[in-house]
């Protein structure tokens, strides 16, 4: 069984940054995708990016295309999302994924619990 750990949320003003982080762990970790996805009061689950795990490949959300870069580090099973230039639409919790890939939730099969991210305006 593979367990997903994020971390990194907060709250924070609009054009501030935030780092988030996904640590993996459990049997031997060797995921197609990994991603990220997010969900707002009252909203659906929405991808934000993910990442192709042994290439590094990324793919992002139109929303956050260049404010949010996406890395992995291998050695340490862990994925970070890197935020700048906040704004309050992007608050919401924060999901970290693992699975086939692609932009809707079905394609994960592994979900950690979720950080909050608060973005004032």
């Known amino acids: 069984q593979v367990q997903l750990l994020e971390s990194g949320g907060g709250l924070v003003r609009a054009g501030g940054s935030l780092r988030l982080s996904c640590a993996a762990s459990g049997r031997t970790f060797s995921p197609y995708i990994m991603g990220w996805f997010r969900q707002a009061p009252g909203k659906e689950r929405e991808f934000v990016a993910n990442?192709?795990?042994?290439?590094?490949?990324?793919t992002y959300a139109d929303s956050v295309k260049g404010r949010f870069t996406l890395s992995r580090d291998n050695a340490k099973n862990t994925m970070y999302l890197q935020m700048n230039r906040l704004k309050p639409e992007d608050t919401g919790i924060y999901y970290c994924a693992a699975g086939v890939g692609g932009s809707v939730p079905l394609g994960y099969g592994y979900w950690g619990q979720g950080t909050q991210v608060t973005v004032s305006s």
């Open positions: 990442i192709r795990w042994s290439v590094g490949t990324t």
